[in-house]
């Protein structure tokens, strides 16, 4: 289909969380639009892969805070259950290769860190994350680990003042059918036209003009919801230039999250919705969640620097890694047990170029300004977008719901 001459009122860049949350509302008041998506699904950096009859989230897998998660909604809505059962990393790891007393100073350890960062967040001048740290504390290669599970980048990188305005409550829930399909189903009943990437988005006129590889769409008003490593890299770009969004989305980066999964034989010896870590004196380990939902599987999950580094050798290095931690952990025979499923390369994928985002330190304000419409007519949405609940997909979603609101207003 070729978009030559298409008018529409609202153009939606983007059908990942936050734009589709735009789409639902533009729908809702009956606006015109259209939502212009890259690639050849919906979802974005929520994706559910099929493996059979277990399905895998490479993306987003919790519902965080929620019961404040407007995802609980949109479940209800499309008739999709969830688990309440709550996170792995809640309860005691696996004790096998990490005795409970030494989980037990671990965690009064982090519960100290996480307090003076807290403490730290109110000091006039933002720091690094690692400036918290207890110099030579045992758990510290844990900290930064954890940090790049929950960050996507080390503590070092990670601004203390922006880290500390993120919102969770704790409670963590789950789709068994997958959250990317959950995501990937608002899509349903909305005008997406996939395979289309925006590349340029020229405001010299009265009109937007948007193009693309199938031709130029015009627009009253633009709800921008693509990653920020994308508009650092200008692979969107606007007309006339914006350095303001630029240097905002590049304060803002993209951090590294990547999982494999791995099918294990014969699993009932492994603990059910168990957490299991490699090793604890690295920041470069995995972190393991087994049998999830009772499934013959275990999640592998690697972050920051050290995931960027597997990304380049594939799956074959991603596997290679976890099955050598499990085989420390569980001993020899389980390797002839595991198969490996699937592995993400998300600092790869061209439409995202990374999993989630963080502040650079001095820059936890960059999320306002990014956030900041422009002329009126230019909306930005997207997890970077959100002041308190960035990196997440109930984050994008809430600045999708915001964007489309003021879009609506023009
Ligand atoms: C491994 C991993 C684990 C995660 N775990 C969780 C979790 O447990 N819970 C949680 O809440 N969040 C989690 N997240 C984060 C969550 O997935 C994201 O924050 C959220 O999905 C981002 O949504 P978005 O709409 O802001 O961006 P995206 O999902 O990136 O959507 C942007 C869309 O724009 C499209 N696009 C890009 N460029 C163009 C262009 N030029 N033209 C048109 N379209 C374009 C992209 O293809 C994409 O579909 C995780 C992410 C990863 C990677």
Known sequence: ????????????????????????????ANASFIILEARDRAGGRARTFDAGDCPIDLGCGWLHSADENPFVAVAEELGVQLDRSGAPWQKPAWPGNFPLNEQKLYREEWARFYERLEAGAQDAVDRPASDFLTPGHPAN??????????????????????????????????????FG????????????TYNCPVTLIDHSGKQLRLQTPRGTI??????????????????????????????????????????????????D??????????????????????????RPVIECYFGGAFAREMEAGGKAAFADFAIGELVAAFGASIRARLTPVVATQWGLDPFALGSYSH?????????????APVEGRIFFAGEACSRRDFSTAHGAFRTGVAAAIAALAV
């Open 1 to 28: 289909m070729s978009h030559a001459g298409v008018d529409v009122d609202i153009a939606i860049i983007g059908a990942g969380a936050a734009g589709l949350a735009a789409g639902r509302e533009l729908l809702r």
């Open 141 to 178: 290669a844990m900290l930064d680990a954890g940090s790049t599970f929950i960050n996507g980048v080390e503590l070092a990188g990670l601004s203390t003042v922006d880290y500390s305005r993120y919102h969770d409550n704790g409670i963590n829930w789950r789709a068994p059918a997958g």
């Open 181 to 192: 399909a959950l995501i990937a189903g608002m899509g349903a009943g909305l005008p997406v």
């Open 218 to 267: 015009s627009a009253r008003a633009v709800v921008v919801s693509v990653s920020t490593n994308l508009i650092a890299g200008e692979h969107l770009r606007f007309e006339p230039a914006m350095p303001e969004k630029i240097a905002a989305a590049a304060n803002l980066p993209l951090g590294l999250a990547d999982k494999l999964f791995l099918h294990v034989e014969r699993p």
């Open 269 to 294: 010896d492994l603990p059910l919705e168990g957490r299991v870590y490699g090793a604890r004196d690295k920041v470069a380990m995995t972190s393991f969640h087994t049998r999830p939902f009772a």
């Open 359 to 371: 502040a650079r330190v001095g820059h936890s304000d960059a999320r306002a300004v990014l956030a």
